[in-house]
């Protein structure tokens, strides 16, 4: 399984339920990277969405505590085992985590592979991905060629999990 995120320099991804930052190239790579995927995240990065509906061409997974909570065109899970077992029978490549903050946190042991956008700027935020360039158990393995975005830098990096 993967995860796919945009992080500040701090490792923050947003602020008021919304991104901190829209780069173009950014929405281009996470549209072919998940394209034809199957997508975890949560009920309020669903809400988050063009008109709070599911994202078209993938098979989309809502992790929720609400019970009665329904989403046209996507599937409802109330627990990351309840989850996990929506996708065991799909290819792990296929498979990514999208959000948010406590979505990240609970599958990021279930992830072999992040593919994080690194934006080299610090923005106020009120949600964050795991630090993962604190935490031993990953590693940078792809650091990708720096990219600007008017006056923002940025990078596609690939962390993998050891062993």
Known sequence: MNCIAA??????IGKDNKLLVSIPEDMKYFRKMT?????????RTLQS??????LKGRRNI???RQKDFTAPGAEIAHSVEEALSLVANE????????????????????????YI?????????????????GDPAWRKT???EERTCFDLCYSFDV???RG
């Open 35 to 43: 394209a034809g995927a199957v997508l975890i995240y949560g009920r």
């Open 142 to 144: 792809v650091e990708g």
């Open 49 to 54: 969405f063009p008109n709070g509906a599911p």
């Open 62 to 64: 809502v992790l929720t």
């Open 7 to 12: 992080v500040d320099s701090n490792w923050a």
């Open 159 to 161: 962390w993998e999990r």
């Open 117 to 133: 956008t690194s934006i080299d700027y610090a923005y106020a935020a009120d949600a964050w991905f795991p630090d993962l360039s």
């Open 91 to 114: 290819s792990p490549d296929r498979v990514f985590v999208i959000g948010g903050d406590s979505v990240y946190r609970a599958f990021l042991p279930h992830c072999s592979k992040a």
